[in-house]
Structure formats: C-alpha cells, structure tokens
C-alpha cells in the first residue's frame, strides 16, 4: 500500500512506548460493567476471577434491564488459553491473537496520544491533573475525553480487524452489538470493550477458530458501532482530516474508515477470450476497454486519469434474454482485469453480489451488501464487482413482493453508486447483469452510468462463429465457406454497431426524434440536441437529469475512443508503472474530439434502453391487471355458483 501525501508516518518508538500498557490489559484488570451484564452459571474457571458467562443483549434499543455492580476480573490471556482445553501449551494461533490484540492496543494509544496533542487535550489532562484545569473550559474538557474515547475503540477495532484479516477460519461467529461503549476517556474505553471481548470469546470460543472469528467479528461490529456514536460527536475534526501509517503492517488509520488488506481474490471462474464472446459487438468493445482503462489506476495518487479528464465508467448495466451471453462477458472481462493485474503485479479483488446475500434477519441484507461493495472499492487493490440478475436481488420500491432483505439492499447500491459520500478514484468498476431490467427499480437502474445492451449473436456469421466455437475439435465436419471470426472483428462491428444508433431503435422513442427533426431540422447544435432531450422527457418523466449526465458520461467514454494498446499491459514499464502525470499526458494525446454524431448516437443509445424497459414494465404491469381481474371474474362465478347451489 503506497503513502499518501495526507499521510502521516506512525513511527515504531511511539507505537513501543505503549506495548507495556497494552500487555498490563491483557495480563488483567478488573472492570465493573455498567451496561453490558453477564447471566448465567459460571462453569469451572481456568483462572479465578475469570467469568465464562453469556451477558444479556437487551433487545430494546437503549433499554438496560438489570446492572451488575460486582467487579469482574478479565484475563485475556488465560481466556484465549482456554479455548483448547486443557493443552498446556500456548498454540501458534493463540499467539497469533493475543500479539494481533496487544498490538492493537498500541496503535490505538500511540494515535489517541497523537490526537491528544493536535487537540489541546493533553494539556488539559496535565492542568487537571495539577488542579489547575479552568472551569471555563470544563465541558471542552469532557468533549475532548470522549472524543479520545472514541479514537480509541475505533483504531482498536479497526486494526485488530486488519490483523485477523489474514487468519480468518470458514467459521462464523455472530457476536452482536457491542455494548459496553464506555466514553469517560481512552483507558476506560478500553477496559469495558475488552471485558466484553472476554465475555464474547468465552461463549463463542469454543476452539482455536472460533476465537479468531469472535476477536475478528467483534472487531468489525465494534467499528460500526462507534461510527454511528462518532456521527454527531464533537472534536473529531482532526482525526478524521488526517491519515496515520503503520509501515511495518501496511497498515492505514484514515479517520472512520475501515481498513483493508491489499490482497487478491483467488478466481475459480472459466476465463473467456474476447473471441469467444459472439456478437455483443459494442458491450465486448466497452467491458475491454473498461478493462485496460482500470489498470491505469495509480496507487500513489490514489486517482484513475481516466476518472479524473472524464471517460471512466464507474457502473454499468448489461442487460438481454436468458442466453444472450451476459455470463460469457463477465468471464472475458474479469479474466482480461485478472491476466493483466498479474503481470503487473497489482493486487485484483473480484467479488459477485448473489442471492445468497439476502437474510432474513432484519438489517444483515444491507450489511452483507455493503460488505461488498467496501471490499470492492478498497483503494488499495483494482477491484471488479458484479450483480448479477440484479432484479431478484435488489427489490423494487413499492413492488409488494420485494423482501425486506431486497430493498435494504437497494438501499445501499443507490447510496454507494452516486450518493453524497461516493468517490470515484477509478481503481474498480461494478456491473448490473438483469434479463429483466425492467424489474429494477427505477432510480437504481438510472444510477448505471453506461449501458451494455447483450443482445447475443445476431447475423448469419455470428450464428455460424458460435456454433464452430461451440463444437469443438471432435468432429470432422468441413467448415464451408467462411471465415472464422472475421465478423467479430472488434472496431468494424462496433462502428456499424455505433452508426446504428444514429436513428433511435425503440418505436416510441423514434415517433420523438422524427417529429423533433421534422419541426427544427438535423440535430446539429447544443440547443437543438437540448430540444429532442426535452421532447423525451415529455415523453417519458422518468428521464431526468440523471439519464442527461449518464449520456454526456459515455460521449466522454466515446471520446476516449480507443484501447491502450495491449503491449503497454504486457509490459508495464511501458505505461502502468510510468508516474501519474505522465500516463495522464500519454492518454491525453490519444483522446479524440467529441462530434454532433457521438452525441445523438449516445442519445438514442441510452433513451432505447429507457423506452425498452418502460414498454416491458408497463407490458408487465397490464398482464398482471388482467390476470388478477381474471382471477377475480372467476372467483365471482364461483362464488355466485356455489350461494345458488
């Protein structure tokens, strides 16, 4: 993980100078709890003073049912110790833990003591140690202590979780919603989440493996925890306008912002080659492109030229008939990305968003989808993710069979793809796979900035192309007269498939154009082309001022109307590894000049997929009416039928 210019180095000597602290935690400590409670009988203890009990999880929101005023004895060690039973020695993996932990704790004081200073806080921890600490100044006082609190829990939190990362079992462990968030200062902090980590390892730690995933899964949910304390706290300002750097973990502290390893995803997919995607001309054209334009990501500058002139796509839908090849495209690109990102060396992370992720549980669907999409956009790696059949996973609002689970997760990709806190560093790309598209929700589907129509092959040569592919060398059969995958030919298909667009496809959307053109005359100037977008909208409503910047985005991409050549992903020195500005330079130089025809093409383009799924979804609408007035007319016989009788 490389260094950002914001980013201040953590050294090593501020980190030691806490380690004693840090092991004096884990040794023991008593701490009486005040909101998390410990119930139950207390099994044979490995050490005294050590419980073993499950505490009560209130399941009302701020409601505490019962306090235990008993002070606890906590001893991480002997817990940890304890989870295999009764070997005497210490296993690697323990160890791993409890080094994982005790330097947690380190990091989280040396940058609270970092804080502590920029703050003024330490200066008022001294004047009231001395009894010299002004009354004016009493409550700044107070809010500093809990703004160090928070610091605290959350750098804890956050880099044990960066720790355990790499030891993480198949096991999963539900631990909860932490509870013993205790704001009086840093040290205090401490000794209530680490109590209730013990409770938590003693239930849920049954092995070796079993503990990792407690110590991980309280990690995360003690970060989430605190984020949503910290949102309308005071004094957090220069924690979160500054970066720390741990160089010897590669590790980031970068305010309330989870922290990742830079590491791949192993891909178990079939890889495509191009060749081998039939048709799709202008999707095949755009995900290869996408691919190259991804890996001129620079990971000092943490930005894409490619983001930054215009031309970068960030999202994108594909969408055609079952067997159309959207499946096929997605394993040529992620294998495109993949074979690149090896010889460079760049870490490639790839993840599918599936079904599997919807829960019953009230709230784990977004948490699961949010999941993914912060492993998808981790600056640190170039990142691929895909959703596919969209429709079933992301429900439609005021459709009354979406789940609960669905529209959570509607919730987060409307929120992640262009909400108020999204950044586009253009390190990694998401694309929307659906055979009806017109089950998306509307502002979900909008928020796709460019639109891959797989329509499947298409001409006779294609028919021909795909069915020499598919069967193979086992076979004798004499291939005729034609030329194998001339028609596949990248840059001809694609500039008959773009040309093809200079007249809208869609029957409602070409009655607009042609009635636009018959009044004003060709569609040559900025005011004309803003006439015929306005004709749509009154045509159609739902094409606002989102589909105008989705369209200007993708003349942008047309603008950038060429692929970098494939020697510069062969070898890197040529390109990948030059400096940010200089690939900006050598890209800028290959950029083309935006034309009248790209505007209008990307015009009809993008209001034909629009009118394609209005006419669907009202097509489906009225199916379903008459299905359910039919069910009713029948219901009505029945019913009359059966009073006469």
Not at 405 to 419: C, D, H, K, R, Y
Not at 471 to 496: T, Y
């Amino acid at each position: 993980m490389s260094q950002t210019s914001d980013t201040m180095e953590l050294r090593e000597e501020d980190i030691a100078a806490h380690v004693v602290v840090a092991q004096a935690l884990l040794e023991g400590f008593d701490h009486t709890p005040r909101i998390g409670v410990a119930v139950g009988a207390a099994p044979v203890e490995r050490s005294s003073g050590i419980g073993t009990r499950r505490r009560f999880r209130s399941t009302t929101p701020g409601l505490v049912t019962q306090r235990r005023v008993a002070s606890g004895a906590v001893s991480l060690i002997a817990r940890v110790e304890g989870a295999d039973g009764d070997d005497a020695l210490m296993s690697p993996l323990q160890s791993t833990v409890l080094h994982g932990l005790r330097r947690a704790i380190a990091i989280a004081l040396a940058v609270a003591g970092n804080v502590a200073e920029q703050s003024g806080l330490g200066d008022l921890k001294r004047a009231n140690l001395e009894g010299a600490l002004p009354a004016a100044r009493k409550a700044e006082f107070g809010e500093l202590l809990a703004a160090e609190a928070l610091v605290t829990l959350y750098v804890f939190g956050n880099a044990t979780a960066y720790l355990m990362s790499a030891h993480l079992p198949e096991v999963s462990v539900d631990v909860g919603e932490v509870e013993e968030v205790l704001l009086d200062n840093g040290q205090t902090a401490l000794h209530g989440v680490l109590w209730e980590l013990d409770q938590d390892i003693a239930v849920s730690g049954k092995d070796d493996a079993h503990v990792v995933a407690t110590v991980a899964g309280f990690a995360e949910s003690l970060m989430e925890k605190v984020a949503l304390r910290a949102q309308n706290m005071p004094q957090l300002e220069g924690f979160r306008s500054t970066s720390w750097r741990v160089a010897a973990d590669d590790f980031t502290v970068s305010g309330f912002t989870p922290a990742h390893k830079a590491k791949s995803t192993t891909l178990t997919m079939t890889f495509k080659k191009p060749n081998e995607v039939v048709g799709n001309h202008i999707a095949k054209y755009q995900a290869m492109k996408l691919a190259k334009m991804l890996m001129a990501y620079d990971f000092d500058r943490r930005m894409n030229p490619f983001a930054e002139m215009g031309g970068f796509i960030f999202t994108f839908m594909g969408d055609g008939a079952p067997g159309t090849g959207k499946t096929t495209l997605i394993q040529m690109m992620a294998g495109l990305i993949s074979e690149y990102c090896s010889n460079a060396g760049y870490p490639f992370r790839y993840q599918n968003l599936s079904t599997d992720n919807i829960d019953s549980y009230q709230g784990k669907s977004g948490q699961n989808a949010k999941a993914f999409i912060n492993n998808i956009i981790d600056p640190s790696v170039i990142g691929f993710g895909t959703i596919d059949d969209i429709d079933q996973l992301a429900g439609k609002r005021g459709d009354r069979q979406s789940s609960a689970g669905q529209l959570e997760i509607t919730a987060v990709l409307m929120e992640s793809f262009a909400g108020a806190n999204t950044v586009v560093r253009g390190n990694c790309t998401f694309g929307m796979f659906s055979n009806y598209p017109e089950n998306v929700d509307d502002a979900l589907r909008q928020r796709a900035g460019a639109r891959f129509l797989v329509d499947g092959p298409q001409t006779r040569e294609d028919y021909v192309d795909i069915l020499f592919l598919l069967m193979g060398k086992n076979h004798d059969i004499p291939l005729g007269d034609h030329q194998v995958f001339e028609a596949q030919m990248i840059k001809k298909a694609v500039a008959a498939s773009f040309e093809g667009h200079s007249k809208p496809h869609e029957a409602g959307l070409l009655t607009v154009y042609e009635a636009v053109r018959g009044e004003i005359g060709e569609l040559d100037t900025i005011n004309k082309l803003g006439t015929y977008l306005k004709a749509i909208q009154e045509a159609d409503p739902r094409f606002t001022g989102r589909a105008i910047k989705n369209i200007t985005d993708a003349v942008k991409v047309r603008a950038m109307d060429f692929e970098l050549p494939d020697e510069w992903m062969e070898e890197p020195e040529l390109f990948l590894f030059k400096g940010y500005d200089e690939k900006k330079a050598m890209i800028e130089e290959m950029r083309q000049e935006i034309t009248v025809e790209m505007v209008v093409q990307e015009i009809n383009r993008y209001a034909d997929s629009e009118f394609r799924y209005a006419d669907k979804s009202d097509e489906v609408a009225i199916d379903n009416a008459v299905r359910d007035m039919q069910r009713m007319e029948a219901a009505k016989k029945r019913y009359l039928s059966g009073g006469e009788g």
